[in-house]
């Protein structure tokens, strides 16, 4: 489902008569960075919009990960700042030797060579985007090394960690609890999304 900026985006862009707005036609590597900054455009390959995935807050209803998993994203740049995908790189190269699972549909998934050694593939190295997120799971037990892994890592631009997991029956994430073992905060300007996501089998949403 298009979200209400990116639908209001394509109204503003398309509402000129003489067609004053419109997007230039790139060519490959240089396409990647439409990809990254174009929250309007659909990738192909996954068919959702933006950077990331659609579902990534929705995993109370979608059961995209397991209940002995916790996922994580880490978003790379911001408008303004922006951020080349070989700092990417070096960020998603890191995290792998952890141990992590990438999130398939996720548009940096697609551009790795494999997943095991979370490298990107070398003619996308240089070119520049607004912000990328990766998305990928990990074992709670891994999560202290994953973090100290992310903020020993060395990279030239701004990034922020989220996390998601589902709730415990004491009103507790897995994600919190094994984030404070960590020795790291836990930021109190959380989201907390029910219901939002496709339904999965056997599951009925009110």
């Known amino acids: ?58 995993i109370d209803v979608t059961k995209r990960i397991n209940s002995n998993e916790i996922a994580f994203n880490i978003e790379l740049g911001r408008p303004g700042i922006g951020t080349r995908l070989k ?17 398939e549909g996720n548009p940096l998934t697609k551009l790795m060579k494999d997943e095991v050694s979370g490298e990107l593939i070398d003619d996308i190295l240089e070119e520049k985007v607004l912000s990328a997120i990766i998305e990928f799971t990990v074992v709670p037990e891994k999560v202290h090394i994953l973090l100290d892994t992310i903020f020993q890592t060395k990279v030239n631009t701004v990034f922020v960690v989220g996390s998601f997991s589902l709730f415990e029956n004491n009103g507790q994430t897995l994600g919190e609890k094994y984030i404070k073992q960590a020795g790291y905060e836990v930021s109190k300007n959380g989201k907390v999304n029910i219901g939002l996501g496709r339904k999965s089998e056997g599951i009925v949403v009110q």
């Open 1 to 58: 489902m298009m979200n209400r900026d990116a639908h209001d985006t394509i109204l503003r862009r398309e509402v000129c008569p003489t067609k004053a707005f419109y997007s230039n036609q790139l060519e490959y590597p240089r396409i990647i960075r439409q990809i990254f900054s174009n929250p309007t455009l659909v990738k192909k390959d996954t068919g959702v919009f933006g950077r990331g995935t659609e579902e990534v807050k929705t």
């Open 87 to 103: 700092e990417i790189n070096k960020m998603t190269k890191a995290i792998a030797k952890v141990g992590v699972r990438f999130e």
